[in-house]
């Protein structure tokens, strides 16, 4: 049976229909990937800080390599250097290693949107990574109780500095001491230490003095960070919720208003709040020895200054997400007595991911009347020389600085006071490595050196160190790599799934716009037929006359219906 025109002709419009349809649909489907983000949809749920949630999981108990390599300065000429003949001579000694383990415990989501923690870090030694046993291993290093008191009472008055020098000179202590690595680093006794720690035990409870042993007797700190706003309109939900089913209306806009004032009264409304910042710590937002108040006192907004505020540094475990290049953080950490700014240096890959490297800024550890940044940690407006951090505060006031390994980014002439001193960008200088999208640390490497500034000019036997910055240890805190399995994850979402979601987004919008191309065609195919077709049938009419003329038969054949017409009535032609 032969298909009519007319068939054919609805038939061909219901193909460009569905062509239509699925052009559209498919079409749309690319549009909505592009809005929606599916990549990103899966990193905000995934990968945002919330009770369960994957990056709260790591987050709590990160597992990461963290290793501290420790290089120590050992005096090689204490007889010459005593006797005044020879400038002071160090060699640098190590690593000795140790992987740092750190452990965030009691993390509990407030409902002010912010997050609390106990940071908790334990170090163990790497032997295999190290030049030697600390324990057996010997140098020869300045006496630092003795130093730095009589430095602390130089500070004092000139009455207080020879009152101490008479007090010191029958402990007939040595001004350069022979003692064991792990001494130095956690601790040895002195006598010094010992007396304090037994007439000032609230100031002084250690028996022990050791470097690393103060740098990371970081306590019991309670650490309170702000959550980005995601997570903070999902715990609002979450109480709304609650409120709505449990509590009456006025108990409801009461709790809301209390959020509300909790939100704005921690914050400075100029500045928003920064993702992952520190909030308060110890229910503080800045530093008390470094002169920081309530806000309610009635100098505080003298007193308080960028040097002693805390909120808006981070703890350096998490970063907001979306970094981009104009960025600056500040660092802070106990052992470096102050936050640490860095700021964008350049990008690259780091195994095969994107990825920012963020370096210390100059001014990190610098403090200089003439910088409204740095200047409140001059002490009646007296300043280090530039390069070098004052630790005091935070070192029972021993004169201690902290700054680059070697004196790097420092005054050049503290490297060239003492021989064996080489600064080097390379291997000097601090970097931390980011990958910008989720901003985690994947790559860091943050190197301070630990000093000692002497001013002991009234005591003859101290003399050769009046006035010099002596390097004790430098120590290199690095996270070398990432897991496998954190790898795997950030190559999937930052280095596969945007490619394929790229792609898939392509193919679609191809494929939508060849259907609607496809369907376009046919419509205009079907109308340039339908406008020139020729059907010998359509110009003759029925007849009872059994008879076909024989010149309309060979015409009516060529379009292969002579059969048919045969068995028809007699058709005769119109007008005929």
Not at 319 to 348: D, H, M, Q, W
Request: hydrophobic share 40%; net charge negative.
């Amino acid at each position: 049976m032969t298909t009519t025109p007319a068939f054919t002709m609805v038939s061909k419009r219901k193909r460009v229909v569905k062509l239509c349809c699925l052009g559209v649909l498919f079409l749309t489907l690319a549009y909505a990937i592009i809005v929606i983000d599916p990549t990103e949809v899966i990193v905000e749920d995934k990968l945002s800080m919330y009770e369960g949630s994957y990056l709260n999981r790591l987050w709590k108990k990160p597992p990461l390599a963290v290793f501290i390599s420790i290089y120590v300065f050992n005096v090689t000429n204490p007889e010459a250097f005593m006797r005044g003949e020879e400038r002071l001579r160090l060699q640098e000694v190590g690593p000795y290693v140790y992987q740092e383990f750190l452990e965030h415990r009691n993390s509990t989501f407030n409902p002010n949107g912010t997050l609390s923690f106990v940071p908790v870090r334990r170090q163990v030694f790497v032997p295999e990574r190290s030049v030697g046993d600390p324990m057996e291993d010997r140098i020869m290093i300045p006496n630092i109780a003795l130093l730095g008191v009589s430095s602390a009472a130089y500070r004092m008055s000139t009455f207080a500095a020879f009152a101490v020098a008479a007090a010191l000179k029958p402990l007939g202590m040595s001004p350069i001491l022979n003692i064991s690595t792990h001494d130095l680093l956690w601790g040895y006794d002195d006598p010094l230490v010992r007396i304090a720690s037994t007439l000032l035990p609230e100031l002084i409870h250690f028996q022990k003095l050791g470097i690393l042993d103060r740098m990371f007797d970081d306590g019991f700190d309670t650490v309170t960070i702000n959550l980005p706003e995601s997570v903070r309109n999902q715990q609002r939900e979450a109480e709304d919720s609650i409120i709505d089913d449990d509590v009456s209306d006025e108990l409801a806009e009461s709790l809301h208003e209390e959020y509300y004032h909790d939100m704005v009264s921690r914050s400075n409304p100029e500045e928003p709040i920064r993702d992952y910042s520190i909030d308060v710590w110890n229910g503080s937002p800045g530093l008390a020895h470094w002169g920081y108040v309530a806000k309610d006192h009635w100098d505080a907004d003298r007193r308080n200054t960028p040097c002693n505020t805390l909120q808006g540094s981070y703890d350096g475990s998490v970063f907001p997400r979306n970094i981009s290049k104009t960025e600056v953080f500040k660092v802070y950490r106990k052992a470096f007595c102050r936050t640490l700014p860095i700021a964008f240096e350049r990008e690259g890959e780091v195994d095969g991911i994107k990825a920012y490297w963020f370096s210390i800024q100059e001014n990190a550890f610098e403090s200089s009347i003439d910088d409204p940044y740095t200047s409140c940690y001059c002490k009646n407006n007296q300043c280090l020389p530039k390069g070098l951090g004052d630790l005091s505060p935070c070192w029972y006031n021993i004169p201690v600085a902290v700054s680059l390994p070697h004196f790097y980014k420092s005054d050049p002439t503290l490297s060239q006071a003492i021989d064996g001193l080489s600064p080097n960008k390379e291997k000097h200088d601090a970097v931390i490595i980011m990958q910008p999208q989720l901003g985690i640390p994947m790559k860091a490497n943050i190197r301070v050196q630990i000093s000692l500034l002497t001013n002991v000019s009234f005591n003859s036997e101290l003399r050769p160190f009046h006035n010099t910055v002596i390097p004790l240890i430098w120590a290199e805190m690095s996270l070398e790599k990432l897991t496998p399995e954190l790898i795997l994850l950030l190559n999937l979402l930052f280095g596969i799934a945007p490619y394929l979601q790229t792609g898939f987004v392509c193919i679609l919008a191809l494929l939508g716009a060849s259907l609607l191309a496809t369907a376009v065609l046919l419509l205009l195919c079907s109308s340039e037929v339908a406008s020139f077709e020729y059907d010998p049938r359509k110009s003759i009419r029925y007849s009872t006359v059994n008879m076909i003329p024989y010149p309309l038969r060979k015409e009516l054949e060529k379009y292969g219906e002579a059969e048919i017409i045969r068995r028809e009535p007699l058709l005769i032609e119109n007008g005929a």
